[in-house]
């Protein structure tokens, strides 16, 4: 190919280019934000301050959502207070104090690699290893330690790079006052980057609401009565009502609106929070002092 | 090196005593000053070891195992998944194993029959027919995506479409099923006059909505990170527009697009509530994407409420969670050593 002038007949290739790439574009945002219309329209009707605050009732076909709510919030949550601390650790070992070697090329292999394990393959682990082994039985406790290992890979990647990025002469200049690296880890770095590492751990949150798989055999149950008064007891979770209304029951047609009004409230729980957490991270880096 | 062991009274004292003491001791004993008319002794340098603190080893200790816990986690989901699977090969309470042959070539999947059938190749199908046909078109359209958002559209589009794209990548997966099952389904099944609308096409179609905000994503990422030089010396040879993203920035990126195509890949294959939803469930080898399938994460799904803990079917299903593991784990590694080699080649 000769780069020399650009020709009639190349320029219009050029824009036929440009115009397929953009149709691709178009075509993809178009068929997406179609589904969440799709959604939001048809969920709209059902959703109401009683769908929110009330028990189902008739099998399932009447009443409200709130245990659902409720299971997920606790799920999400009680996932936070295993992948927070655990996670947060984790990266702070590989910021500030893994020297290259083949521990920690392990350590980023293995936390990469879970990353990719799918989903229903946690459910697996956690039913072998804390419902069956722990004898926590399937309960909100269960369901919590499952997810919060899920989402953990999450929160490690993300809480590494807020931490990588606050700069080394916040390090430095601790340590060359006579800072231990503790000292420096606890008083400089970590103020610096928790923003960054918290915002990650949301995004982590609302994966942790979305996800179904890995709660249908640790914790989620079809119906129950009253909400939860132990960690040991089941849960109903928004994904699995969904799924038991359209996928499982025997009144599938009847029970759409129900169906496409949990979707919604989910869906609102879900974007709601990655959106929280984007914009925090749009505003964190504008507002970004170094 | 040299005057230090010449010198080892000096090179002793250097260790220890602080800058002040030493002055002195220099002035006291000349033997350790260099004789006039020589360069000045080069003093060697001697790393300071501080005491740690109880609280610095604490804490050192503590992220230490953090991050070995976090390692491990992957070591003991593998222990447990090929522990429980190992029972079904192996067999137990007097019942023969079942041979890897049947398990692997086998389509005949009975796990409650008596005797049950415990053949995993129609799920194997099932999961591989929808994988594929999704990243046909997710591959594309994510990629697509990609080369509109890094390359074409100006900076306050991307400003905000690229954060839409990622927010789209959260939707969770159970909601994507239920339109496929309330919309796409009835759709395909009154359009192309099929018997169910619940069969391969509609997984995939739905996978591909899943997927591509992931390869998209990823495909951005890597398409940015092309260095701008390479792209203004094609500019400044004269091509066009798309003449230097197709034979400049994506032939430098493809590393990292064939990572993004591969991530988008493992996350369908992974996929449980789409499939479980849309792809009808029956469990034999599709011979069009009409069909209806089976695979292997809804199988998982739909069967192991209803198995006992510790028996023939949980095994089989551990056995199909471990293929599943190996699977997505082999695509991983495909895609960290591909993203490795492209950030080591600039």
Same mark, same amino acid.
């Given at each position: 190919m000769i780069f020399g002038y650009a020709t009639a007949a190349r320029k219009r290739r050029d824009a036929l280019a440009m115009w397929v790439v953009r149709a691709m574009a178009g075509l993809t945002l178009a068929t997406m934000a179609l589904v969440l219309i799709y959604v939001a329209v048809n969920g709209l009707s059902a959703v109401s301050w009683d769908f929110l605050s009330q028990f189902p009732r008739d099998g399932l076909t009447k009443g409200g959502i709130w245990p659902a709510v409720f299971g997920t919030l606790g799920l999400a949550l009680g996932s936070m207070c295993v992948s927070i601390p655990l996670g947060f650790g984790a990266a702070i070992y590989l910021a500030e104090y893994a020297k290259p070697g083949p521990l920690v090329t392990g350590i980023r292999l293995g936390v990469a690699n879970l990353a990719g394990v799918p989903s229903v393959v946690f459910g697996l682990f956690g039913l072998s290893l804390f419902v069956a082994l722990f004898g926590f039985g399937r309960s909100l406790l269960s369901g919590c330690l499952t997810l919060g290992l899920l989402t953990l890979p999450t929160v490690v990647a993300a809480a590494e790079e807020s931490l990588r990025q606050t700069p080394a002469s916040f390090r430095e200049a601790a340590l060359a006052l006579g800072a231990n690296r503790w000292q420096a880890i606890r008083q400089v770095i970590l103020p610096a980057a928790l923003p960054g590492m918290l915002t990650g751990a949301i995004l982590a949150l609302g994966r942790a609401a979305g996800e179904t798989a890995p709660i249908i055999f640790t914790a989620a149950t079809a119906f129950s009565p009253a909400l939860p008064d132990t960690v040991f007891a089941e849960v109903m979770a928004l994904p699995t009502h969904i799924y038991n209304l359209a996928a499982n029951g025997s009144r599938i047609a009847e029970t759409r609106p129900q169906q496409f009004g949990t979707s919604l409230v989910l %869906?609102? @729980?879900?974007?709601? %929070?990655? @959106?929280?957490?984007?914009?925090?991270?749009a505003k964190l880096r504008r507002g970004r002092k170094w | 090196m040299t005057a230090d062991a010449a010198k080892p009274e000096a090179s002793r004292r250097d260790v220890e005593p602080p800058a002040a003491?030493?002055?002195?001791?220099?002035?006291?004993?000349?033997?350790?000053?260099?004789?006039?008319?020589q360069p000045p002794v080069e003093r060697p340098f001697v790393a300071l070891r501080p005491r740690l603190s109880p609280a610095e080893k604490g804490s050192r200790l503590f992220f230490l195992v953090c991050a070995v816990a976090a390692m491990g986690q992957m070591l003991l989901i593998m222990v447990f998944l090929f522990g429980e699977a190992a029972g079904l090969f192996l067999g137990q309470d007097g019942q023969p194993g079942v041979s890897l042959r049947d398990f692997f070539l086998s389509e005949d999947w009975y796990p409650t029959y008596d005797p049950p059938a415990f053949g995993a190749l129609a799920l194997l199908a099932g999961s591989l027919s929808v994988t594929v046909c999704s990243t046909l078109l997710a591959g594309p359209l994510g990629l697509g995506l990609a080369v509109y958002l890094a390359c074409v559209a100006g900076p306050r589009t991307r400003e905000w479409v690229k954060p839409a794209v990622e927010l789209l990548a959260a939707v969770p997966s159970v909601v994507l099923g239920l339109v496929g099952m309330a919309a796409v389904a009835p759709f395909l099944q009154n359009v192309l006059n099929l018997p169910t609308g619940l069969n391969v096409l509609n997984a995939s179609l739905i996978l591909t909505i899943m997927a591509t905000p992931t390869v998209a994503s990823l495909g951005e990422d890597a398409l940015t990170a092309v260095p701008k030089d390479i792209q203004d010396a094609s500019y400044a040879l004269g091509a066009t527009r798309w003449e230097t993203i197709w034979k400049v920035t994506v032939p430098a990126a493809l590393g990292g697009l064939s990572t993004a195509v591969i991530l988008g890949l493992g996350r369908s294959l992974g996929e449980t509530l789409v499939v479980l939803m849309v792809a009808g469930g029956a469990a034999h080898i599709p011979l069009s994407v009409f069909d209806s399938v089976r695979p292997l994460t809804s199988t998982l799904a739909a069967e192991m409420g209803e198995t006992a803990i510790g028996g023939r079917h949980y095994q089989a299903l551990f056995a199909l969670?471990?293929?599943?593991?190996?699977?997505?784990?082999?695509f991983n590694l495909l895609a960290w050593r591909l993203s490795r080699r492209w950030r080591s080649g600039r």
């Open positions: %869906l609102a @729980l879900v974007l709601g %929070l990655s @959106l929280a957490a984007t914009i925090i991270r | 003491e030493r002055t002195t001791q220099a002035v006291a004993e000349p033997a350790s000053v260099a004789p006039a008319g969670g471990a293929l599943l593991f190996v699977m997505t784990l082999a």
